[in-house]
């Protein structure tokens, strides 16, 4: 069974960055495209950015220019760069599959707020 680990989360100002990682227990992780998403509350969860196994990526247009998707194969992980984050930006942020392919890890908690 496959695990996803978030990290990286936690406090910030408007206009601040975090890094945020993601560690997959794929056995072979290069195959898959994965991405980010968040649930804000009281919101469905909804799709931010993805990254294919070949370093092509894609995001959805309120983060563009701002967020950045990123991966290590050798090390099963995933990034998000989040840079100018705005109180908007506020939510549990998660990694899956693109499309989501395995079971929900327990997120990391973003809360941009002054």
């Known amino acids: 069974q496959v695990q996803l680990v978030e990290s990286g989360g936690g406090l910030v100002q408007p206009g601040g960055s975090l890094r945020l990682s993601c560690v997959a227990s794929?056995?072979?992780?290069?195959?898959?495209?994965m991405g980010w998403y968040r649930q804000a509350p009281g919101k469905q969860r909804e799709w931010v950015a993805a990254i294919t196994g070949g370093g092509s990526t894609s995001y959805v247009d309120f983060v563009k220019g701002r967020f950045t998707i990123s991966r290590d194969n050798a090390k099963n992980t995933v990034y998000l760069q989040m840079n100018s984050l705005k109180p908007e930006d506020t939510a549990v942020y998660y990694c899956?599959?693109?499309?989501?392919?395995?079971?929900w890890g327990q997120g990391t908690q973003v809360t941009v707020s002054s």
């Open positions: 794929i056995r072979i992780f290069r195959p898959y495209t």
């Open positions: 899956n599959g693109h499309p989501m392919t395995f079971d």
